[in-house]
C-alpha cells in the first residue's frame, strides 16, 4: 500500500504521547499569558498551522489544548531554485492581517531550513501581537538551517533526512501514513530535486 517506506522512525504511540505532552504545556502556557492580561477575557488565542503538511499535526494537537483559540490557516508555498538548496518559501494567500494584540501560535510539521517560519514569523510580528510561539513536530539539527528560527514547542529532533508520513508528503502522497517514516535510498535521493 505504502511502497516505498524503507522505516518507520517515530511510531504513532510516540507521537499521539508526544502531541498530548505538547498539547498540555502550550495550554499551560497560553493560560498564564492569559491571565496576566489587564481584561483575561478580553485575550485573543490565535493558532496558525501552516498547510499543507501542519494539517495531520494541527488536527491532534488542539484537541488536547484546552483554550479558547480560533484556527486561521495559512499557506506557504516554495518558490523555484534548481535544488532544494536554492529554494525558498512564499506566502501563498492571504496572511491574517488582524493579529495586533492577539496571542499568536504557529504550528507547522518541520524545522529544515528555516525558510519558512522565518518568512510567516516576520509578518506577523510586524502586525505587534501580544505573543508568538512556533511549534514543530520535528526539527532537522542546525545545519541544515538556511534561516536563523528557534522553535519554542518541538516534538522531536530528527536526523538530516527527507521523512513522510503524519502529514508530511513526498511528491503530494503519504501525508496520510499515520507514523513518521523514511524511504527507501532510491526514491529518497529523488527528493533532492523534488522536494515537497
Ligand atoms: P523549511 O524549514 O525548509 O521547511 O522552510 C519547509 C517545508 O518543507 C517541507 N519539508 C519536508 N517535507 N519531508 C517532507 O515531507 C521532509 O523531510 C521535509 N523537510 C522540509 C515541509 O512541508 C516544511 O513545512
Not at 488536527?59 to 484556527?71: G, H, N, T, W
Not at 534561516?147 to 514547542?153: F, G, I, L, R, S
Request: with cysteine; proline share 5%.
Amino acid at each position: 500500500m505504502f511502497r516505498d517506506i524503507d522505516r518507520v522512525l517515530i511510531d504513532r504511540e510516540a507521537i499521539a504521547e508526544k502531541v498530548r505532552a505538547l498539547g498540555a504545556e502550550i495550554a499551560a502556557d497560553i493560560q498564564r499569558a492569559i491571565e496576566r492580561h489587564r481584561d483575561p477575557d478580553d485575550a485573543q488565542v490565535v493558532l496558525i498551522p501552516i498547510l499543507t503538511g501542519a494539517l495531520v499535526f494541527t488536527a491532534d494537537l488542539i484537541r488536547q489544548m484546552p483554550v479558547m483559540l480560533s484556527l486561521r490557516v495559512v499557506a506557504v508555498s516554495s518558490y523555484p531554485g534548481k535544488s532544494m538548496a536554492s529554494k525558498g518559501a512564499k506566502i501563498a494567500g492571504e496572511l491574517p492581517t488582524d493579529l495586533r494584540g492577539k496571542h499568536v501560535i504557529v504550528v507547522d510539521d518541520i524545522l529544515d531550513t528555516g525558510q519558512t517560519l522565518a518568512v510567516v514569523k516576520k509578518l506577523i510580528q510586524e502586525q505587534a501581537p501580544a505573543s508568538v510561539r512556533i511549534c514543530v513536530l520535528l526539527r532537522k539539527p542546525e545545519s541544515a538551517r538556511k534561516e536563523h528560527v528557534e522553535a519554542d514547542y518541538v516534538g522531536f529532533d530528527i536526523p538530516d533526512e527527507f521523512v513522510v508520513g503524519y502529514g508530511l508528503d513526498y511528491d503530494g502522497f503519504y501525508r496520510n501514513y499515520p507514523q513518521i517514516a523514511v524511504l527507501r535510498p532510491m526514491v529518497g535521493s529523488a527528493v533532492t530535486e523534488a522536494g515537497s
